[in-house]
Nanobody, 114 residues
Framework: QVQLVESGGGLVQPGGSLRLSCLASGTIFSANDMGWYRQAPGNQRELVAFISSGGTINYADSAKGRFTISRDNAKNTVYLQMNSLKPEDTAVYYC????????WGQGTQVTVSS
């Protein structure tokens, strides 16, 4: 079955950077659209960034200009580079694989605080 394993979360000061990684297994990674979502306490899970199998990219307005999604199909990994982090970016970040084998990772906590 499909497994998604996120890593790279942590505690960072406002203005700092983090890079999240999501390693996929159990599927032909290159054929799948991928996304990063986040969920803060008391909030709905929301899309942060999306990358299609063909490389089309979309960002939530809150992520534009600060976050960069990318993928390395040779490593079965999708990344989320997050710069200029703000306290409101604090959330659990989830990797999502779209399609028939739709799957979620377990999430990685990102905390932005001084």
């Amino acid at each position: 079955q499909v497994q998604l394993v996120e890593s790279g979360g942590g505690l960072v000061q406002p203005g700092g950077s983090l890079r999240l990684s999501c390693l996929a297994s159990g599927t032909i990674f290159s054929a799948n659209d991928m996304g990063w979502y986040r969920q803060a306490p008391g909030n709905q899970r929301e899309l942060v960034a999306f990358i299609s199998s063909g490389g089309t990219i979309n960002y939530a307005d809150s992520a534009k200009g600060r976050f960069t999604i990318s993928r390395d199909n040779a490593k079965n990994t999708v990344y989320l580079q997050m710069n200029s982090l703000k306290p409101e970016d604090t959330a659990v970040y989830y990797c999502h694989l779209y399609g028939i084998l739709s799957s979620w990772g377990q999430g990685t906590q990102v905390t932005v605080s001084s």
